[in-house]
C-alpha cells in the first residue's frame, strides 16, 4: 500500500468542520484532511487538523518515503547493480547520506 496524506480547505461558515484540530484537539482547525498509511499507527484517517498537525503528518510522510527510497536504493547495491543515481537523487532530496 502507498501512504497517501490529502490536504483540503474548508469554508468555516457553510462546512461542519470542529473549532478545534481533530489530532492535538488544541489548536483551531485549518485543514480538512485524508490519509491511509501502512503502518499501524493509531490516529484518524480523515479529519479537520491545524497548521502545525499538518506539518507532522508532512513530515510524516517524507520519513517514510525516505525509508522506501534507502529500501530501494540497498536493493539495487544488492544485487550488485549501479546505485549511485538513486543514491543521489535520494541525498538531494532528502538531504540525507
Same mark, same amino acid.
Given at each position: 500500500m502507498r501512504d497517501t496524506l490529502c490536504f483540503s480547505m474548508f469554508d %468555516? $461558515?457553510? !462546512? *461542519?468542520?470542529p473549532s478545534r484540530c481533530d $489530532?492535538?484537539?488544541n489548536k483551531p482547525s485549518v485543514f480538512q484532511f485524508r490519509s491511509a498509511t501502512s *503502518? !499501524?499507527?493509531? =490516529? %484518524?484517517?480523515k479529519g479537520f487538523c491545524c497548521a502545525e498537525c499538518a506539518s507532522l503528518l508532512l513530515g510524516r510522510l517524507e520519513r517514510a518515503e525516505s525509508l522506501v527510497w534507502a529500501e530501494?536504493?540497498? !536493493?539495487?547495491?544488492?544485487?550488485?547493480? *549501479?546505485?549511485s543515481e538513486l543514491h543521489r537523487? =535520494?541525498? #538531494? #532530496?532528502?538531504g540525507i547520506k
Open positions: %468555516p $461558515l457553510f !462546512s *461542519d468542520a $489530532l492535538c484537539e *503502518d !499501524s499507527e493509531a =490516529r %484518524p484517517a530501494e536504493e540497498a !536493493s539495487v547495491k544488492a544485487e550488485g547493480a *549501479d546505485a537523487r =535520494r541525498v #538531494t #532530496t532528502f
